[in-house]
């Protein structure tokens, strides 16, 4: 892999207030270059004091469009939903409204339906000119992922199916581990991204940190590989 620029900070606060000064600078271009920016969330307990903090700077957050990278197959008032953590740290705080923010359309009986109406609202979102990379997958803006311990990143998960889609922009994806379906971007649909930041913390994700970056070679096992971000924001504990 070649060498990804690594942000490190001792303590998370330091590390969030870092990424947020990158992500505003990020969003100002964009929005200044091509009038909008659209941001592919993660789910996950750091990621949500992140968004916290978004909404706690009150930041004018008008001109971005906000999706999700990943979702879990659950009703959006459930606990473990993406979207509701979202929604309770950031978008209800900080007022965003509705028109700008697209979730995952859960349906806990037929996620392949779900999954092809998202990839659908994808697709009409980014149908620009401007918005496709040559091979025809989303230029996100930006795309937020976390790290496992397994190094799974989105809903991509050692040995499951979506590691092999090529075909597809959002898909679901049997975990066999949780014996369930998440919602997930595909590889190449994440890949595609200007800027694709991970963001890891604590001394449990060391070797992750060190699989994703120094291997072994094995994205069947460890999935994050397939992924070839432009940062990686990481607090010293977890830095391998």
């Known amino acids: 892999m070649n060498p990804i620029p690594l942000t490190t900070r001792p303590e998370i606060d330091g590390l969030l207030a870092e990424m947020f000064f990158e992500f505003v600078s990020l969003a100002e271009q964009s929005i200044r270059r091509r009038g909008v920016f659209r941001v592919a969330l993660s789910g996950g307990t750091t990621p949500k004091r992140f968004y916290q903090l ?4 009150k930041h004018d957050l008008s001109g971005i469009e906000w999706f ?15 979207y509701r953590m979202v929604r309770e740290s950031l978008l209800d705080p900080a007022g965003i409204d509705p028109a700008q923010v697209f979730p995952v359309p859960v349906r806990v009986a037929d996620p392949a339906a779900a999954a092809a109406q998202y990839d ?29 311990d397994d190094v799974h990143t989105a809903s991509l998960f050692p040995e499951s199916p979506a590691l092999d889609r090529h075909d597809a922009w959002f ?15 595909t590889p190449p649909a994440i890949n595609s991204g200007r800027e694709i930041w991970f963001l890891v913390t604590g001394q449990g ?9 120094q291997g072994p070679e ?23």
Do not use: C, H, M
């Open 54 to 57: 978004l909404a706690d700077r």
């Open 68 to 82: 999700w990278g990943d979702e879990r197959n659950v009703e959006p008032d459930d606990p473990q939903s993406n």
């Open 120 to 148: 659908r609202t994808l697709r009409e979102r980014f149908s620009g000119w401007d918005a496709l990379s040559p091979s025809g997958f989303p230029k996100w803006d930006l795309v937020l992922l976390g790290l496992g």
């Open 171 to 185: 898909v679901e994806n049997r975990v066999e581990k949780f014996n369930a379906y998440r919602y997930t971007l």
């Open 205 to 213: 994700k060391r070797e992750a940190v060190r699989k994703l970056l």
């Open 218 to 240: 094995n994205p069947k096992l460890y999935p994050a590989q397939l992924i070839r971000p432009t940062r990686i924001f990481l607090t010293d504990d977890a830095t391998p």
